[in-house]
């Protein structure tokens, strides 16, 4: 994203829903940047799952999700970012997940759990978005 351009309602709704403060202007395409990677390694990561068929893949997902939400500061997810993208000068770093992204990061954790136990329609109920 160019510097200068101004805050999607999208992006901006992202930070807030993850429980961050307003984004300052100057630095909301860096910290946006460095929050979505996390959902983009999932969803990445759910597609490899389902393409081997692996339900290792489920489960190694599941408990890194897991150990993000129960231990916010030794979120793996986090720390690849900083160490990698974070570690530019002048770059956003991730502290610990506020209590509204570890709550994500926990329900995802959860529906991982059931998609591999095999119960995928119980799982696929579990998500918001999915009709009745």
């Not at 829903?17 to 946006?32: C, D, I, K, S, V």
């Not at 570690?87 to 502290?95: D, K, N, Q, S, Y």
Request: proline share 9%; aromatic share 12%; glycine share 8%.
């Amino acid at each position: 994203m160019e510097p200068g351009r101004k805050l999607s309602d999208t992006e901006r709704n992202f930070i807030l829903q993850q429980g961050f403060e307003e984004p300052a202007p100057q630095t909301y395409h860096l910290q946006y940047s460095a929050l979505v990677v996390q959902p983009r390694v999932v969803g990445l990561t759910l597609l490899l799952g389902i393409l081997l068929q692996s339900p290792v893949v489920f489960l190694a997902l599941a408990a890194v999700l897991w150990w993000g939400a129960l231990l916010p500061p030794w979120n793996l997810f986090d720390a690849v970012c900083n160490r990698t993208a974070g570690a530019r000068p002048g770059a956003v770093r991730l502290g610990p997940a506020p209590a509204p992204r570890r709550f994500a990061q926990g329900m995802a954790g959860s529906f991982l759990y059931h998609a591999l136990r095999g119960q995928w329609e119980f799982a696929r109920r579990t998500v918001p978005w999915t009709r009745r």
